[in-house]
Antibody, heavy 121, light 111 residues
Framework: QMQLQESGPGLVKPSETLSLRCSVSGESIITGDYFWSWLRQYPGRGLEWIGYIYSSGTSYTNPSLTNRLSILVDTSANQFSLRLKSVTVADTAVYYC?????????????WGPGTMVFVST | QSVLTQPPSVSAAPGQTVSISCSGVNSNSETDFDVHWYQQHPGKAPRLVIYDDNIRPSWVPDRISASTSGTSASLVISGLQPEDEAVYFCQSYDSHVGNKVFGGGTKLTVL
């Protein structure tokens, strides 16, 4: 049974780069059935899609974040990652990695538990 | 501000039926994009409960159903149970901005 697990620093300083990793276990990330996605949830409840990547390396990102965002995949390690540059306090959120299932209309059908990231001095 | 609009909260007693609305679906498109619904308990990640407008994944009881009509979607939970108390989010795609979008979430309280 596939599981996802986020990892990364809980605290990042303003203007620095946030790097998070999502480890996929239970099944290979190299499957044609899924995309691999990042989302975040602000303290007030709102959810925001950040972007997703296919195992080939093709990625799609939220237009509002594209100029600061990189999403990469490491198939040898069965992981994918997020790099968000020049963070501000507005990037404080719980960050989730999730699986996008193409047979479920591209819904997010499996989520990691999430990791809280604070942007603060 | 969410592109999709949901009521902040709804409540009902155990055993009753509740409906949660989501408006603004496909409002910027001539193409009908799928609506998905997620359930989130406190401190937990969201969990998919409906995909493709009205299809339940295998792990979701048939007390949960959904539908779409025009630019609105609805999630219906019948025979309410205490474990249904959670926040529910709708999600779709906004072709105008090229982005997957979520509603602001509705807190369901089982009285």
């Amino acid at each position: 049974q596939m599981q996802l697990q986020e990892s990364g620093p809980g605290l990042v300083k303003p203007s620095e780069t946030l790097s998070l990793r999502c480890s996929v276990s239970g099944e290979s990330i190299i499957t044609g059935d899924y995309f691999w996605s990042w989302l975040r949830q602000y303290p007030g409840r709102g959810l925001e899609w950040i972007g997703y990547i296919y195992s080939s390396g093709t990625s799609y990102t939220n237009p509002s974040l594209t100029n600061r965002l990189s999403i990469l995949v490491d198939t040898s390690a069965n992981q994918f990652s997020l790099r968000l540059k020049s963070v501000t306090v507005a990037d404080t959120a719980v960050y989730y990695c999730a699986r996008v299932n193409i047979y479920y209309g591209d819904a997010f059908d499996l989520w990691g538990p999430g990791t809280m990231v604070f942007v603060s001095t | 501000q969410s592109v999709l609009t949901q009521p902040p909260s709804v409540s009902a007693a155990p055993g009753q039926t509740v409906s949660i609305s989501c408006s603004g679906v496909n409002s910027n498109s001539e193409t009908d994009f799928d609506v998905h619904w997620y359930q989130q308990h406190p401190g937990k990640a969201p969990r998919l409960v409906i995909y493709d407008d009205n299809i339940r994944p295998s792990w979701v009881p048939d007390r949960i159903s959904a539908s779409t009509s025009g630019t609105s979607a609805s999630l219906v939970i019948s025979g309410l149970q205490p474990e249904d108390e959670a926040v529910y989010f709708c999600q779709s795609y906004d072709s105008h901005v090229g982005n997957k979008v979520f509603g602001g979430g509705t807190k369901l309280t089982v009285l």
